[in-house]
């Protein structure tokens, strides 16, 4: 049974399927008649309406569980938890804390899982990524993207997924933020190429597409001080993508710190496309199980 933890869970022609069915004029009804629980220990705006509206395009019924609804390890374990669902869905895609409990759940393999987010990795929101690029430019290898911001879970599906298309990848963080050997490893292992900066002027120079993300993740909060000071002089202001390529265009995973990791006149600026980003949440999400869903048994 396929189930899709992290983006390299795909192979690049896998991933290529992926994405040209988020295209698809006609989704495929493979959820007709059928369910789809979706778990989220996380809030989210962008990850529930992109989901639930994807189950819908594909013919199938989205229920919604809050963490306070099913409790994972405190009213009932992932095992019992994915053993219940399977009885009434067709998949099970969840947004939790902690990656061990997805990596549980699909040990059952009685129902394709999707991680809707964990601190380990953020699959989903890295083909919404990537189709914007491919969208935007009309494909994807050779393109330059650069990440400004701490080296975390977005930063590393974005970055396999790049590797997996030919992209090359752009890291720019403060000591301490950069990404670990095992990571640059692993994306090196896919084939991609990867370069780490420590000054965004530099890494933006001439790139396709400048990303961030915010300084704080929800979780870290206690850490937000710390970090304020550690990120000062990587904001991404207009000013910075005018280093850009001249077609280039500047991404962010929302929700936006306005005057932190993005100021105004970029979010809002003619080479922001963070809405179009947003918007391809609900395509891809809708490619990625109309695709899981045919390589069910």
Not at 134 to 148: A, I, P, S
Not at 229 to 241: H, N, P, Q, Y
Request: glycine share 8%.
């Amino acid at each position: 049974m396929r189930h899709f933890l992290e983006i390299d869970d795909l192979t690049p022609a896998e991933l290529s399927e992926v994405l040209d069915q988020a295209s698809a004029d006609s989704p495929p009804q493979v959820l007709a008649g059928k369910g789809a629980a979706l778990i989220f220990e996380k809030p989210s705006l962008r990850t529930r309406n992109a989901t639930e509206m994807a189950v819908v395009q594909l013919g199938g019924h989205p229920i919604y569980l809050g963490d306070d609804e099913v409790g994972i390890d405190k009213r009932e374990t992932a095992d019992d938890v994915i053993r219940v669902l399977a009885g009434y869905h067709a998949v099970v895609a969840a947004r939790v804390f902690d990656h061990n409990v997805l990596e549980r759940m699909a040990a059952r393999n009685v129902v394709p899982v999707v991680n809707l987010l964990s601190e380990e990795a953020h699959p989903m929101q890295a083909l919404a990524d990537l189709l914007t690029l491919k969208d935007e430019f009309g494909g994807l290898d050779g393109l330059v993207v650069t990440y400004v911001g701490d080296a975390n879970n977005v930063w590393r599906s974005l970055a396999l997924g790049c590797a997996m298309v030919g992209v090359v990848s752009r890291v720019v963080c403060p000591p301490g933020y950069a990404p670990n050997p095992e990571d640059v490893d692993r994306i090196r292992g896919l084939g991609g190429e990867v370069e780490v900066f420590d000054r965004p002027e530099l890494a933006i120079d001439g790139a396709d597409a400048v990303y961030t993300d915010v300084w704080t993740s929800m979780g870290q909060e206690e850490e937000s001080a710390v970090r304020l000071r550690a990120f000062e002089g990587f904001s991404v202001t207009a000013d910075l993508l005018s280093a850009m390529s001249p077609s280039g265009i500047f991404l962010h995973c929302l929700p936006a710190h306005r005057g932190e990791e993005v100021s105004d006149d970029a979010i809002e600026s003619s080479s922001s496309r963070v809405f179009v980003q947003a918007a391809n949440r609900m395509h891809s999400a809708r490619g990625l199980l109309a695709w899981l869903l045919t390589q069910q048994p």
